[in-house]
């Protein structure tokens, strides 16, 4: 009897790595963002059954952007991400996400950057391309990083994306696992992309003027 539970067990596994692993094999990368967003999204690396990595992403379009106006003519980028806004077309996922990032007392994922002039925001919008340092705050942590952005003129707007490499233990995060990580395991990895639109940046007008 105990043979033959143990060959109807081997079975199911080799019927898993036959079937289900040569899927996960050539899954196709999703794209983070249409090109008429305005979002900001995660994206985290995981290894599904011991077999294939896979990169789940959340998406977020319920965001508030703003740029502030500050002393001395600096500006300050300040945005704010609703962790329950965050949707990785699996909800279960999106459930445990909350629970890690402990929206119940912090709602919101935090991003300001530091004061930079005029001329330094204005150098983005000329060449194209530059950094925008500040601190990100999740699950009650503030962590340093700097985001590499790109601008792209599009008529009379401007469309910026961007991103930073973190990991979940620079905010005091244990990496997910399910059933120990026999069934996922996720690494200590993380990606926060955005893509943002000038004529949804509250006061954007105020810096170009």
Known sequence: MK??????????R???????????????????????DHCVAWKAKKVVALVKNVEPIGK???ITVALKSVEAGGFQFVGRFP?????????????????????DTHPDLIFESLVMSKEQWS??????????????????????LT???????????YVFTGSVVSNYTTFKITPPKVAGGL?????????????FQSSQLAGFAELVK
């Not at 043979?3 to 199911?12: E, I, P, R, T």
């Open 3 to 12: 043979l033959k539970n143990f060959l109807k067990s081997l079975n199911s």
């Open 14 to 36: 080799v019927i898993f790595f036959i079937v289900i692993a040569p899927w996960f094999a050539f899954a196709k990368p999703q794209a983070i963002f249409l090109s008429t």
């Open 60 to 62: 977020n379009c319920k």
């Open 83 to 103: 962790v329950a806004g965050f949707d990785s077309q699996e909800p279960d996922r999106d459930k445990e996400v909350n629970k890690i990032l402990k929206a």
């Open 123 to 144: 150098e983005i919008l000329q060449n194209g391309t530059g950094e925008i340092p500040g601190n990100l705050s999740a699950a009650g942590v503030s962590a340093a």
């Open 147 to 157: 985001f590499a952005v790109s601008a792209e003129k599009n008529g009379e707007n």
């Open 183 to 195: 069934i996922a395991k996720a690494k200590d990895y993380l990606e926060f992309h955005f893509r």
